[in-house]
């Protein structure tokens, strides 16, 4: 499965909504999942299932989608949510990740 | 809590071998399948292969050339890396996937293994 992920790169400015979108070759159902990178650190799991949010993460993010299209959402970009973004799904077991959105203000 | 604990990383030459290790803590190892995913220098995520209880699976691109194992007596998942390549290149991690099953959101990272190829 192929995950196409868009745009590569978004530069925006504090208090902007900012939408990430990701495709996947084929329908996942819910099984997808995004990830926040900083620089020289390991990834951390924002949303998984598609919607469902990991406990540290604010509520300004959100996740919506089903079947192919997927999007992650903020609803008002903060300096700290700088960083690149990755899709993943897990519908089957090549868990392909997508090329990623790197983040700025 | 959760910690995932990677070593073995280095430099070996094109064609060369390493292994890597993985060794968890803070929850029920045998519960939860394990995986490696990698991230080339500047590049994105690539999903290498998982292991869940004796099942394992790999991307193409190392199928054959990569092992996965692992050994609950000691919480340790391993990565044998055999006839390397420049691609091969990357930080490698270890993660755990979020429920008991094979596939699924990786919640726990290590911090990384460094791979290098180099002649």
């Known amino acids: 499965i192929q995950m196409t992920q868009f745009p590569s790169t978004l530069s925006a400015s504090v208090g902007d909504r900012v939408v990430i979108t990701c495709r996947a070759s084929?329908?996942?159902?819910?099984?997808l999942a995004w990830y926040q990178q900083k620089p020289g650190k390991a990834p951390k799991l924002l949303i998984y299932d598609a919607s469902k949010l990991e406990t540290w993460v604010p509520s300004r993010f959100s996740g919506t989608g089903s079947g192919r299209q997927f999007t992650l959402t903020i609803s008002s970009l903060q300096p700290d949510d700088v960083g690149t973004y990755y899709c993943q799904q897990y519908h089957d077991f090549s868990e392909t990740f997508g090329q990623g959105t790197k983040v700025q203000i | 809590q959760v910690r995932l604990l990677e070593s073995g990383g280095g430099v070996a030459q094109p064609g060369g071998s390493l292994r890597l290790s993985c060794t968890a803590s803070?929850?029920?190892?045998?519960?939860?399948?394990i995986h490696w995913v990698r991230q080339a220098p500047g590049r994105g995520l690539e999903w290498v292969a998982f292991?869940?209880?004796?099942?394992?699976y790999y991307t193409d691109s190392v199928r054959g050339r990569f092992t996965i194992s692992r050994d609950n007596s000691k919480n340790s998942v391993y990565l044998q890396i055999n006839r390397l390549t420049m691609d091969d290149t990357a930080i490698y991690y270890c993660v755990k996937v979020r429920n008991s099953t094979p596939r699924g959101p990786f919640d726990h990272w290590g911090q990384g293994a460094l791979v290098t190829a180099s002649s």
């Open positions: 803070g929850f029920i190892f045998t519960n939860f399948g």
């Open positions: 084929q329908s996942i159902d819910v099984w």
């Open positions: 292991i869940h209880g004796t099942t394992s």
